[in-house]
């Protein structure tokens, strides 16, 4: 594909998006009844903002669900410190939900317009960014070109390029260097990801690590964690997180096959889009399993075979009632789950074969100890028994992934230094603002 063909390709996205954008309403309102959208907000979709811009520096902040709203929380919390507004947008209703749950009133949260020029070009006319930073792996060309028009710094920070993502953008290199060539700099999550981005145009590139190690650990609700420990008491538990379609039914049979040797065991489902929570306990009690629902509150007696995590926000609860984690995705989907909060809250982590996404943060926890793969579920139901079989190994897994963690530790101090040139101007003047304002008021 030659540039000037690239090029023609992006002004007909441009133009047709903007066609498109009077009839997208049907589409939003489809999305609001399914759930998959906020109906009280879905006007920020178009661009139409929630609220006044604030005067002073501000940042754009874009995170597309949860993973990637955790990922930059820390980040976004040094920032504040230094008095610039920011502008938080994510895509879903349950990132906006932990946006909430871990920033509250500190940021301004929207949701990302979409990726069509009148809703792109309302949003930035509104808040009007002094930079933009995106998290990892949201590419927007609608977005990318508006920003790079109006010569506002486009910085990719936590960057990834899946091995699917990177061989569909090979195969468009003009496409893929017109739209990086807008970037002011990327922020890579491994040395892998930061080739990847140079052999498609990016530049500058450094690797920072990944920022999602550095996140503190998922909060807990200590009296809710007090009451279901109660309720399970000495009884063995396994969970099975961040599960996609498929994997309950895998965890189902694997539960079957270590009740045979542990009666009394309970096994934690965390699906992770928890409005699957119907299918699934169907699916569950299909298999003749006793299924407690976390989000109506069931309780959870000795005859519950699985509790059911359908709630948002409570990945710590889940994770804190066990010492063992199978993270999803990568059994029966593809690329894996973030396994950093199994690890770092001292879970043996289990995973399937299919870990592309997180491969570098696998590595490392497998190097150390920390985790293990397996092939099926057959497998899967093998190794749980063991762990459970033996305290001794358990523990060594928990504090080998503790140590792991800890290795790999660093990303949010090395992506901030990378940032500096770009955010030392606005300290700088915020705190100019801030001193003028003060002289006046006196």
Do not use: C
């Not at 005067?55 to 504040?80: D, N």
């Not at 299918?279 to 299924?291: F, K, N, S, T």
């Not at 503790?402 to 606005?426: F, K, S």
Request: hydrophobic share 45%; charged share 25%.
């Amino acid at each position: 594909m030659s540039e000037r063909f690239a090029r023609a390709i992006l002004w007909t996205y441009r133009w047709a998006g903007a066609a498109a954008f009077p009839m997208i309403g049907g589409y939003v309102a489809w999305r609001a009844s399914k759930g998959k959208e906020d109906r009280r907000r879905r006007r920020e979709r178009y661009g139409q903002a929630g609220r006044p811009r604030p005067p002073g520096p501000l940042i754009w902040m874009h995170a597309a669900s949860v993973g990637e709203t955790i990922a930059v929380v820390g980040l976004i919390e040094r920032i504040l410190a230094h008095g610039i507004t920011v502008v938080l947008t994510t895509g879903t209703v349950t990132s906006a939900q932990v946006a909430e749950e871990r920033l509250g009133a500190r940021v301004i949260h929207q949701y990302v317009p979409l990726d069509l020029k009148p809703a792109v070009s309302r949003f930035l006319d509104h808040w009007r960014p002094d930079l933009a930073i995106i998290a990892e792996s949201e590419i927007w060309p609608m977005t990318i070109l508006e920003l790079g028009a109006r010569r506002v710094p486009q910085v990719l920070v936590n960057g990834r390029l899946s091995d699917r993502s990177f061989a569909n953008w090979k195969k468009r290199a003009s496409l893929a260097e017109a739209l990086f060539e807008n970037l002011a700099h990327v922020i890579a999550q491994s040395e892998t990801d930061g080739e990847r981005f140079r052999a498609l145009g990016a530049r500058p590139v450094t690797v920072s690590g990944n920022l999602k190690v550095d996140t503190t650990p998922p909060p807990v609700d200590q009296a809710a964690l007090g009451n279901l420990r109660a309720a399970i008491g000495a009884r063995p538990t396994w969970a099975a997180v961040s599960t996609h379609p498929g994997e309950e039914a895998v965890a189902a049979a694997v539960h079957r096959k270590v009740k045979a040797r542990h009666p009394a065991l309970l096994t934690i489902v965390v699906p992770r889009h928890p409005e699957r929570a119907e299918a699934i306990e169907r699916e569950l009690a299909g298999a003749g399993l006793a299924v407690a629902r976390r989000s109506r509150g069931d309780a959870v007696t000795a005859q519950t075979d699985v509790l059911l995590g359908d709630t948002i926000g409570e990945m710590g609860l889940y994770l804190r009632l066990t010492e063992i984690a199978f993270v999803g995705r990568s059994l029966t989907g593809e690329g894996g789950q973030n396994p950093i909060e199994p690890a770092v809250l001292g879970t043996a982590v289990l995973a399937g074969p299919n870990v592309q996404n997180f491969r570098e943060a696998y590595r490392k926890l497998i190097d150390r100890g920390g985790a293990r793969l397996v092939r099926d579920g057959d497998m899967l139901a093998g190794a749980v028994g063991a762990l459970l079989a033996e305290q001794r190994v358990r523990t060594a897994m928990s504090g080998a992934g503790r140590a792991a963690v800890g290795e790999m530790a660093g990303a949010l101090d090395r992506t901030w230094q990378a940032l500096e040139p770009y955010i030392h101007p606005l300290i700088v003047k915020a705190r100019l603002e801030t001193e003028a304002e003060t002289r006046h008021l006196r």
